[in-house]
């Protein structure tokens, strides 16, 4: 099975810089993308950001120019980092990977426990 590691959150001001990181582990055949989610108390989980194989991402309209995705792929790990913060963007980060394992080779859609960040104004 895939674990997913997050770090990175943390308490800033607005205005202010953080870069998260997630790292994937485990029996990985390949892994087709990653993403980031957000969950804000009281609201519904939704998409930041993801990036695919072939290194194409989308954001969401909220973040476009703040925030960017990017992957390493020998650390099968994913970073966003994050630029001029504010205080909507206060929320549960959540990594999302969906992979192929091994044993037989199935599908996978793994989730992180989440790393908060929280923006002060």
């Known amino acids: 099975q895939v674990q997913l590691l997050e770090s990175g959150g943390g308490l800033v001001q607005a205005g202010g810089s953080l870069r998260l990181s997630c790292a994937a582990s485990?029996?990985?055949?390949?892994?087709?993308?990653m993403g980031w989610y957000r969950q804000a108390p009281g609201k519904q989980r939704e998409l930041v950001a993801r990036i695919v194989t072939r290194d194409s991402t989308n954001y969401a309209d909220s973040v476009k120019g703040r925030f960017t995705i990017s992957r390493d792929n020998a650390k099968n790990t994913v970073y966003l980092q994050m630029n001029s913060l504010q205080s909507e963007d206060t929320a549960t980060y959540y990594c999302?990977?969906?992979?192929?394992?091994?044993?037989?080779?199935?599908?996978?859609?793994?989730w992180g426990q989440g790393t908060l960040v929280t923006v002060s104004s």
């Open positions: 485990g029996s990985i055949v390949s892994i087709n993308r």
């Open positions: 999302h990977v969906g992979v192929v394992v091994r044993s037989p080779d199935r599908y996978l859609e793994v």
